[in-house]
């Protein structure tokens, strides 16, 4: 099994910019698709990007498109989710999770996850 730690969560005012980093052990990085959630107080867990095992495939949600920007680093184990010109309503705690059977918008199928970063956009 893979294991997963995020970071690069923090504090931020709108129209600001992060990038997250997800680093993974235990199993080879290479073979698997990652993806990226997000989940804000109350509401339920939801897809933001996904990007395949060699990283030439990804997939991004209507609300992220065009701002967040997904990449992945196979020789460093790492993916990363830069995201530009950052809006109160992106305030949530970000996942990623990885997947041996390719990319998907859905978290159910997804065989590991991280322990989540938060992030926070001030108005």
């Known amino acids: 099994q893979v294991q997963l730690v995020e970071s690069g969560g923090g504090l931020v005012q709108a129209g600001g910019s992060l990038r997250l980093s997800c680093t993974a052990s235990?199993?080879?990085?290479?073979?698997?698709?990652m993806g990226w959630f997000r989940q804000a107080p109350g509401k339920k867990r939801t897809f933001v990007a996904a990007i395949g095992w060699s990283g030439r495939s990804t997939d991004y949600a209507d609300s992220v498109k065009g701002r967040f920007t997904v990449s992945r680093d196979n020789a460093k184990s790492t993916v990363y989710l830069q995201m530009n010109t950052l809006k109160p309503e992106d305030t949530a705690v970000y996942y990623c999770?990885?997947?041996?059977?390719?990319?998907?918008?859905?978290?159910?199928?997804?065989?590991?996850w991280g322990q989540g970063t938060q992030v926070t956009v001030s108005s």
């Open positions: 999770g990885a997947r041996r059977d390719g990319a998907s918008r859905y978290d159910s199928v997804y065989d590991a």
């Open positions: 235990g199993r080879p990085f290479g073979s698997y698709a």
